[in-house]
């Protein structure tokens, strides 16, 4: 395997990090990160130079930034021969992909953020977008050390907004290279447009496959090669986001839940909510009433 594969736990990235949560992260201080080897990332890095220069290698594609400059890495991005300038500053955002896949939800055409920056793991913003970017690290560093029952859903929110705002600069950067979609990209949009509109999701891929008139093994192979993920993986982000809703915004019995949601049987549901969000279905939502307290339903 090439290079030290590298994940937001480990210790050079928690020792410089204002905020690091696992899922997300935000440095700006490169003191503690070993440049000088070949790494892989098993997350998003977002880079954001504000002072001196920056040379790296991603991919085996040189690339050199200034101030204004970003860089974005995506997960499993081989990374070598960086060198930085002694007056070199940034803002670094580090996302993992289940976290950015499950506050953006690739709706809007956001399903191929991934792909888009593996095409373009390099761009020069214009000063408007450089003062957005750093408006919104500014923010998201402070939020997050403020104390606040709300600071989770505050931090989503703000992230979500950023990667709409930074959709401007990837819509300059795509109308000046426009590229028809694949075919494997035409299906793998028919599939998560007929997933959002589902309601309860049948969680067969065989289902989804059936409908979109292919087999599932090639489902399956579309959906690694548009965004490494399986489309079981994708159909359980939206299945744990309907599940987290009713939980914490309805005053449903968990036994309702489950049969509106089409579980089999209410056992079975309590195992699929304790794979995926940790806990029981009671458990979570007892904590999370603590958070959003609720009224009666109208």
């Known amino acids: ?14 020792n410089v990090a204002t905020y690091n949560d696992g899922n997300l992260a935000l440095w700006d201080d490169f003191s503690d990160i070993k440049l000088n080897r070949t790494i892989r990332t098993d997350f998003f890095a977002i880079v954001l130079c504000t002072q001196g220069k920056a040379s790296v290698y991603i991919d085996g594609n040189p690339y050199v930034a200034e ?3 970003m860089f974005v890495c995506t997960p499993d991005a081989i990374l070598n ?23 953006v939800m690739m709706t809007n055409n956001n399903w191929n953020v991934r792909l888009f920056f593996e095409k373009h793991p390099f761009m020069s913003l214009t000063p408007d977008e450089v003062n957005e970017f750093c408006r919104y690290y500014n923010m998201l560093c ?26 401007s600069a990837m819509d300059r950067l795509i109308q000046t290279t426009p590229r028809p979609f694949t075919s494997g990209e035409h299906l793998f949009k028919n599939f998560i447009d007929l997933l959002i509109s589902m309601y309860p999701k049948n969680r067969r891929v065989d289902y989804y496959a059936d409908r979109l008139h292919v087999t599932p093994k090639y489902l399956a192979a579309v959906c690694k090669n548009v965004v490494r993920q399986t489309p079981s993986h994708i159909i ?37 909510v304790r794979q995926h969000l940790g806990v029981s279905p009671r458990a979570y939502r007892e904590e999370a009433r603590k958070q959003h307290p609720i009224g009666k339903e109208g």
């Not at 395997?1 to 210790?11: F, Q, R, S, T, V």
């Open 142 to 167: 402070r939020k997050a050390v403020q104390p606040s029952k709300y600071r989770r859903e505050i931090i989503d929110g703000l992230i979500t907004a950023f990667f709409y705002d930074m959709r």
């Open 67 to 69: 101030p204004g400059d």
């Open 1 to 14: 395997m090439i290079g030290e594969k590298k994940n937001l736990n480990a210790p050079e990235i928690v």
């Open 81 to 103: 021969d960086a060198l930085i300038s002694a007056d070199f500053q940034c803002h670094c955002i580090g996302i993992t992909a289940d976290y950015i896949q499950r506050i």
């Open 236 to 272: 359980d982000l939206y299945m744990v986001k309907d599940i987290e809703y009713l939980l914490t915004h309805t005053s449903r019995s968990i036994k309702e839940i489950a049969i509106e949601l089409d579980f089999p049987t209410l056992s079975f549901f309590g195992k699929y």
